[in-house]
């Protein structure tokens, strides 16, 4: 299985790829480490977002596309164009799309806790949360 962790913020959508094969993680390359809105205001550019989005996910044959949930209200909500690109993400017709929690991550990381450290994946520090939630999805299927 081959799964796309998504962290969104602002008006970029950081990605990580991971695959599960017979017990066995693989973390492919990919020939992007984020995705960013450039307008937020143009249906034109959010267009052009989704279907740049889709193409990453259709060339690299990802099955699932996680995001890490973020709260709707308080002090760490997640910001109008950020729930705008997510919802971009999951009315992709050829993707499936889990949501991550928080509650959820916490558990499945206490119950499955990570093979290896973050620092030797070879993926950037800003992934990390992207990785973890590629991570979790693979590990709660």
Do not use: H, W
Request: net charge neutral.
């Amino acid at each position: 299985m081959k799964v796309c962790g998504v962290e969104i913020k602002s008006n970029e959508v950081i990605v990580s790829l991971l695959s599960l094969d017979d017990g066995l993680f693989l973390i492919p390359d990919c020939r992007a480490r984020r995705l960013t809105l450039t307008n937020i205001n143009s249906t034109q550019d959010l267009r052009e977002f989704q279907f740049a989005f889709a193409k990453l996910m259709s060339d690299y044959q990802v099955e699932v596309v996680a995001i890490k949930q973020r709260p709707m209200k308080g002090k760490f909500a997640g910001g109008a164009v950020g729930f705008k690109l997510e919802a971009a993400i999951e009315l992709i017709s050829e993707l499936k799309v889990v949501l991550i929690s928080a509650t959820q991550s916490k558990q499945v990381l206490k119950d499955n806790p990570m093979p290896v450290d973050f620092s030797t994946t070879g993926l950037k520090a800003f992934q990390e949360i992207a990785f973890t939630t590629a991570y979790v999805a693979c590990m709660a299927e």
